[in-house]
């Protein structure tokens, strides 16, 4: 299984209460970023899958902006948000590998 899902990520936020400045909040995921921000950097699924929705209707991408939902190949499900889809040919259906 891929220990991060970009390389040389660093984690911004990790996973249970974190504070957002008006007191704690649950945090029931990890934020991996890049240094820098740039653009184009390749991003690694966790496990072997699919893609099952890229959305930006902030009605399923809970106000994370893009978000790619894949299901792995265990069954569970994986979520990237705060995506950027620049020239990626990303569809529903496609397969996604370690």
């Given amino acids: 299984m891929a220990t991060k899902p970009i390389k040389n990520g660093v984690i911004t936020s990790g996973y249970g ?3 957002i400045g008006e007191g704690n909040e649950p945090h029931c995921g990890i934020d991996i970023g890049v240094v ?3 653009t184009n950097v390749p991003i690694y699924a966790a496990k072997d899958g699919k893609i ?3 959305t930006d209707n902030p009605a399923l991408s809970g106000g994370f902006g893009i978000v790619i939902y894949t299901q792995l190949s ?3 499900y994986n979520i990237y948000p705060h995506m950027m889809l620049r ?3 990303l569809k529903v259906g496609n397969d996604v590998s370690e």
């Fill in 17 to 19: 209460e974190r504070n």
């Fill in 36 to 38: 820098g921000n740039p």
């Fill in 52 to 54: 099952v929705v890229i």
């Fill in 74 to 76: 265990d069954g569970f």
């Fill in 87 to 89: 020239n990626f040919d």
